[in-house]
Nanobody, 127 residues
Framework: QVQLVESGGGLVQAGGSLRLSCQASGGDFSTYNMGWFRQAPGKEREFVSLIRMSGGSTLYDDSVKGRFTISRDNVKNTVYLQMNSLKPEDTAVYYC????????????????????WGQGTQVTVTS
């Protein structure tokens, strides 16, 4: 099972940008579909974005479409989330997650569909 470590969170003003990274180890990264989720205080964990193992297909929640971009580097075993035009409502702990491509049908958008999770990184957007 792959181990995941997120980084890149922080405090930013509305309209600003951040890039999150998720470093994977302990598995064949290129065989995992990778997702980003977020969880705000008092709310359930929600889907943000998904990328296929090859990087050839991506999916976004409507709330971030056009502002966030998911990408991956299968040589560096890393998945990224570029977040632009950030809004206060983007404030949350962001988690990356992994699922082997053969385990579930594309797309995987529910937290229960993912096998491995990182510890999360806090993103705070001030108005």
């Amino acid at each position: 099972q792959v181990q995941l470590v997120e980084s890149g969170g922080g405090l930013v003003q509305a309209g600003g940008s951040l890039r999150l990274s998720c470093q994977a180890s302990g598995g064949d990264f290129s065989t995992y579909n990778m997702g980003w989720f977020r969880q705000a205080p008092g709310k359930e964990r929600e889907f943000v974005s998904l990328i296929r193992m090859s990087g050839g297909s991506t999916l976004y929640d409507d709330s971030v479409k056009g502002r966030f971009t998911i990408s991956r580097d299968n040589v560096k075993n890393t998945v990224y989330l570029q977040m632009n035009s950030l809004k206060p409502e983007d404030t949350a702990v962001y988690y990356c997650a992994a699922v082997p491509f053969y385990r579930r049908n594309w797309p995987q958008v529910r937290p229960s569909e993912f096998d491995s999770w990182g510890q999360g990184t806090q993103v705070t957007v001030t108005s």
